[in-house]
């Protein structure tokens, strides 16, 4: 006690010393002057990156209100990119239309001052809006949500409320309507859902849910959805009506819930009619709300007796499915579209292995068409060498767990999508349109039942990735090493970079475009860019991520989403299924899956016929196949003045101001020597024609091909691109 009191005379003494030597000092000091906050529009056109909100805000005559210092706000603000991910046109027409546009703003809009922990505490509840319409706030671990928006910053103040960010724009719900049908009869009108009605009848619930006495909440598989399960499945759950039953209650929910409360519910289960907890969530990557892992991509269905939410996914979670007799192999040998699969299986001794009714497994198997597209040689190659074709195959099993589709898809859209393949290599689940790949192989027919696991079809060979040893050459020594980089060294060396990109107390990863990427860039324009040094390093670091290793199954897992680059700009990563484009009578340009390869579409000349690119034309933003060149060489012609048919296609208008269909900045032709479909007479031409070759799969990186990919270094990895990647997701 005598020495706390001793402790505190002291600073006491102290206090009242260093008092004294202020008031001697207050003379001397500058006064601190806390600067006047703005209001919302002030504070937000202060912050720089709100310019599409200012622009709607003043479209939709909302400045003043929103200026009004005797008013307190709560705004969410969406920021520019937010915005820019509806699309211009969408924009354009919401500019032009005030009084939707206000509805929507508003919808942004607290009528009153709710801070960052007022919102937290609010998650799991419903608040309402100035436009009357009520937003769900729910969280996802530490970060809070506005209905399936992210808040990104918190507590901006102004002098009349506060501003929240929020990387999407919020859209109010429709406006609610009378319905006249149950959930049945709305059902069986829209079309899309016949396959769950004849489910339905088939279990009787279809009496069940057109009782007008009761509410549910049903999550609505499409046609597409119980497609991507299987026949041989399907027609089992038919024949058996109580697991069926089983199923199809799980994706009832009695009562009520329209998104919003669905929204307020993340992160949370959702006890269903048969009693299963299925859990509910969003996923923060697409902005998407998600029930059992599949994609709501159609909410707030009315009828008279409850609301429908349309999912694309099957939800299976742990209810129980008829097993067959028949082991995994046995199952694949009888289905008769697996006869190489099962020639590589005896081959390397694995057949016995998937014939142990004691272990589980989960196969992703590739069909006879997935094996013929690495061509015969190929084949015979990996048969003859059974310790790669063994570790192959090890790659498409994931070893003592039976993981079905609905399993797969929960995976593939969380933060932790990659799995151990049972070679002990890391492969990635992704689930983008509704559709399940790993790695680039899209699962095309999931949940083939057998007595020790699960199929899932895949429509590819899945290759393991390369392995990293332990290169000498750090990235600058491995491009210039390598004669395809030369224009690349010279714009890192143009551009300062190469001592950045070759340090090795960081990690790189490098989305190098090869001279022929650099060469579709018209020439005057990449002298332009040559010459302007600021312009030239942004567009270099946009090519470059910094402080991670992004290796090819890194970025498999990362389809349907952007990267952030070293020029702080977002770039999307993609995988592209040139054979899962639907053809079209519009389609100018198809795609050949057997020969992977690009030809005429059925709104062209000569459909089916093989194209060709001109290497003349690299360097010039128009053609330089003119006259009897054009004779010999007819250009791909676009009537309507809209390419269509593939990803990845553009348009150029000709000297005769005919307008020709290109691929990735190319110009397309036919040949005249071609005489049938198929026929690939000009390639090679005068070492100028070259067939458009294109993988069944592109992994793309805004747009760029990844022809390449893994090439390590000491100090990150190179991924090989086939196009300069100019543009990115920010405005």
């Known amino acids: 006690m005598k020495k706390l009191t001793i402790i505190l005379i002291s600073i006491a003494v102290f206090m009242l010393q260093a008092c004294s030597d202020n008031d001697r000092n207050d003379e001397n000091r500058t006064p601190i002057v806390t600067p006047e906050l703005r209001n919302l529009v002030g504070t937000a056109t202060a912050r720089g990156n709100f310019s599409t909100l200012l622009a709607a805000v003043d479209a939709a005559g909302l400045t003043d209100t929103l200026s009004d210092s005797s008013q307190n706000f709560t705004l969410f603000a969406p920021t520019d990119a937010a915005f820019a991910a509806l699309g211009q046109d969408t924009i354009d027409a919401l500019l032009a239309d005030p009084d939707t546009l206000a509805d929507i703003l ?3 809009v607290i009528g009153s001052r709710v801070d960052a922990a007022g919102a937290i505490a609010s998650a799991g509840m419903t608040i309402e809006m100035v436009n009357g319409d009520l937003v769900g706030l729910s969280l996802d671990g530490n970060t809070l949500l506005v209905n399936t928006a992210t808040v990104t910053g918190t507590d901006i103040a102004a002098s009349n409320g506060v501003i929240h960010v929020i990387d ?92 919003v409360t669905a929204f307020t519910l993340n992160g949370n289960d959702a006890e269903t009619a048969s009693g299963a907890m299925i859990p509910i969530a969003i996923n923060q990557d697409t902005d998407r709300l998600t029930f059992g892992g599949a994609n709501v991509v159609i909410t707030d269905i009315q009828t008279t007796n409850g609301i429908i939410h349309v999912i694309d996914t099957v939800v299976v979670a742990e209810a129980p499915l008829p097993t067959p007799p028949n082991h995994i192999f046995n199952v694949a040998f009888d289905n008769g579209n697996f006869t190489t699969l099962i020639a590589a299986l005896e081959a390397t001794g694995l057949d016995s292995v998937l014939a142990d009714e004691s272990a589980q497994f989960t196969v992703f198997a590739p069909t006879d068409a997935a094996f013929a597209l690495l061509g015969q040689n190929a084949i015979d190659a990996l048969l003859a060498d059974t310790d790669a074709l063994r570790n192959i195959l090890l790659y498409h099993v994931i070893s003592g767990s039976t993981i079905l589709q609905d399993g797969a898809v929960t995976a593939a859209q969380s933060n932790m999508n990659t799995v151990t393949m049972a070679n002990n290599q890391m492969a990635a689940l992704s689930f983008v349109d509704s559709k399940l790949f790993i790695n680039r192989s899209n699962v095309s027919a999931a949940d083939v039942m057998a007595s020790n696991g699960v199929i899932h079809v895949v429509d590819q060979v899945i290759v393991p990735p390369a392995i990293k040893d332990n290169p000498a050459n750090n990235i600058v020594e491995t491009a210039l090493a390598d004669s395809q980089f ?102 100018e340009v198809g795609f050949d899956a057997t020969n992977q390869r690009l030809v005429g579409g059925q709104n062209s000349a000569n459909q089916g016929f093989t194209l060709y690119v001109f290497d003349n034309d690299l360097g010039s933003a128009s053609s330089n196949c003119n006259d009897a060149c054009a004779t010999n060489w007819p250009p791909v012609i676009v009537t309507d003045g809209t390419v269509s048919g593939l990803p990845n296609l553009g348009t150029i208008t000709r000297a005769d101001n005919s307008i020709q269909a290109t691929f990735k900045g190319r110009p397309l032709y036919f040949f005249s020597g071609d005489t049938a479909a198929g026929d690939n007479n000009g390639d090679g031409v005068n070492n100028v024609w070259f067939q458009v070759n294109q993988a069944q799969v592109d992994l793309q990186i805004q747009g760029a091909g990844v022809s390449t990919p893994d090439v390590f270094t000491s100090n990150g990895v190179i991924h090989v691109i086939d196009t300069v990647i100019t543009e990115t997701l920010n405005p």
């Open 106 to 108: 508003t919808y942004h």
């Open 168 to 259: 999407a724009v919020l859209m109010p719900p429709a406006e609610p309507v009378t319905p006249t049908m149950n959930i049945v009869e709305t059902a069986v009108a829209n079309g899309n859902f016949t396959t769950l009605v004849a489910a339905l009848q088939a279990t009787n619930l279809d009496a069940t849910l057109a009782d007008a006495s009761q509410n549910f909440t049903v999550f609505a598989p499409t046609d597409s959805a119980f497609d991507m399960i299987g026949t041989p499945l399907l027609n089992a759950l038919i024949d058996n009506p109580d697991m069926l039953r089983q199923i199809l209650l799980q994706h009832v929910v009695p009562g009520e819930v329209n998104a």
């Open 486 to 587: 030369s224009t690349l060294v010279t714009a890192l060396q143009t551009a300062n970079l190469v001592n950045t990109l070759a340090d090795a107390n960081q990690t790189f990863t490098v989305f190098a475009p090869t001279n022929a990427a650099f060469d579709k860039i018209p020439d005057d324009a990449l002298s332009g860019l040559l010459a302007d040094n600021a312009a030239l390093t942004q567009v270099l670091l946009q090519h470059v991520i910094i402080g991670a290793e992004v290796n090819s199954v890194t970025a498999f897992a990362a389809n349907g989403t952007s990267v952030n680059t070293a020029a702080n700009d977002d770039v999307t990563v993609r995988l592209v299924n040139f054979s899962m484009q639907a053809a079209t009578e519009n389609d």
